[in-house]
């Protein structure tokens, strides 16, 4: 599954990009040039940002759970035989 950007994103990310690069690695790349290297980064690194924010939300979840269970045993009624 690739992850995709609309058009508003990406133009967000080369410009980004682009400016990073000319002000910080005094490197200038044209929008076509600095689009395949948001493709690029994209398609190498994405999957790795996007596991981990579903790592994080399963952490999340997890703790709500727990939360939970600990509530539903607070209301938990005593039953006598």
Do not use: C, H, P, W
């Not at 002000?23 to 493709?39: A, K, N, W």
């Not at 398609?43 to 709500?64: H, L, S, T, W």
């Not at 939970?68 to 039953?79: F, K, P, T």
Request: aromatic fraction near 10%; glycine fraction near 4%; charged fraction near 35%.
């Amino acid at each position: 599954m690739d992850i995709q950007l609309d058009k508003n994103q990406k133009k967000a990310l080369t410009d980004s990009l682009q400016v990073y690069l000319q002000d910080e690695l005094d490197v200038e790349l044209g929008q076509f040039d600095t689009e395949f290297l948001v493709d690029f980064v994209s398609k190498k690194f994405g999957a790795v940002y996007y596991n981990k924010g579903i790592e994080d939300a399963q952490k999340v979840m997890e703790r709500k759970m727990l939360d939970i269970a600990d509530e539903l045993y607070e209301i938990e009624q005593i039953v006598e035989i």
